[in-house]
């Protein structure tokens, strides 16, 4: 009897013995940096001195008073993370001991408030460059305003638009513009109207006939309302042809099948390929050569810009696609916006070159890798 006595008693002067001392030393609370509020970072440390729990639980106070348990960690040193907290509320925390399944005494309590954070440290940096880049957008923007010249290298298949219209026109044959085959919530596509508006005034004043077969319902919706008034612009909204800008159908292949039926039978003189193209951009443009048409194509469809080098008279390559729209108009506002994103990218290209150079002398010259690392630091995005 004495001896089942015993085996019972022991574990629990154990678990008691172990309540009457405070294993956790310190307990700390604070809101989380650096995020948007609802988050707050806790750390603890332990005695080493004395002999650990089975275990740590991890409590908060709840508005009624009573505890509640948030996680169960390992006796050490250790941090936790609590979110999806109410911003500007007051949380209470404390850890619990405890052996054999029996509590002992609480660490003590430690208190912290989430709040929301304006401002990211860890991205300050990229603030900077934002600013920096911004003022040499509003700079150029500026400048062309007040009439000065902003030189923009030329665009060889934008300058031969007129070229390809009056070919049209002379030779009494159509101009065909292909807007590509995705719809008018593609970056592409937008560009590709603007193209439109001016290759359809150079139709409207030379009498040539435009004809714009679409992939997407909204496209051809917008291509008519921009060709209709290009034409009234170059007041000939007599010579403007509804009908000539038709909806084929949704289907890639399909529409590819389409327009080169359209080539084959109607045999233009110029063709515009300008917007998103896939697999079907080299069928278009082996149709637009053999029916003998001056052909001028333009996507940012890295995959299909071979194509249309090889089979077309000129070619947009990538970002001159997006440049057309200031390049043709020469609005102050487009271009200027347009040779500040040149500056931009000439400045982020110095920081790499700078960059790189530094991390690589800065094994020897330690100016260097101070260098190296602050543009690091600046271009950081925790």
């Known amino acids: 009897m004495k001896a089942a006595l015993h085996i019972f008693l022991i574990p629990l002067l154990c678990a008691a013995a172990a309540a009457e001392c405070s294993f956790v030393l310190t307990t700390d609370a604070e809101d989380m940096p650096d995020d948007d509020g609802g988050r707050i970072r806790l750390e603890w440390t332990v005695d080493p001195t004395v002999e650990p729990p089975d275990s740590l639980v991890l409590e908060r106070a709840a508005p009624d008073g009573t505890w509640e348990a948030l996680a169960s960690v390992a006796p050490i040193d250790g941090r936790y993370s609590d979110d999806g907290l109410e911003n500007g509320r007051t949380y209470t925390y404390r850890l619990v001991p405890y052996s054999l399944g029996v509590p002992g005494e609480p660490g003590p309590e430690a208190e912290a408030v989430p709040e929301v954070k304006w401002l990211h440290s860890g991205r300050i940096g990229m603030l900077v460059i934002t600013v920096v880049l911004s003022v040499i957008i509003l700079g150029y923007i500026e400048a062309g305003k007040r009439g000065k010249n902003l030189y923009v290298r030329r665009i060889a298949g934008l300058n031969a638009v007129e070229d390809a219209v009056g070919r049209a026109t002379e030779m009494g044959r159509p101009v065909l513009y292909i807007p590509g085959i995705m719809d008018m919530d593609d970056i592409q596509t937008i560009a590709s109207m603007v ?9 409207a004043e030379y009498g040539a006939s435009l004809l714009v077969p679409t992939c997407r319902s909204v496209v051809m919706s917008v291509s008519q309302e921009v060709v209709k008034e290009a034409y009234l612009q170059t007041g000939r909204p007599d010579a403007f042809r509804r009908e000539n800008i038709t909806y084929l159908t949704d289907d890639q292949f399909g529409y590819a099948a389409g327009v080169d039926g359209l080539m084959v039978r109607q045999r233009p003189a110029a063709i515009f390929l300008l917007g998103t193209f896939y697999a079907e951009s080299l069928i278009l443009a082996e149709t637009g050569k053999s029916v003998g048409a001056i052909q001028i194509a333009g996507t940012a469809m890295v ?46 290209m110095v920081i790499l070159v700078l960059g790189v150079l530094g991390a690589s002398i800065g094994q020897w010259w330690e100016p260097a890798g101070r260098v190296a690392e602050f543009l690091r630091n600046l271009t950081h995005v925790e």
């Open 195 to 203: 193209i439109l508006g001016r290759v359809a005034r150079k139709a």
């Open 303 to 348: 995959s299909q810009i071979p194509f249309f080098i090889a089979a077309c008279d000129y070619t947009l390559i990538g970002e001159e696609l997006y440049a057309a729209s200031a390049y043709l108009s020469r609005e102050p506002k487009l271009l200027g916006s347009l040779k500040g994103q040149d500056a931009a990218k000439l400045m982020i």
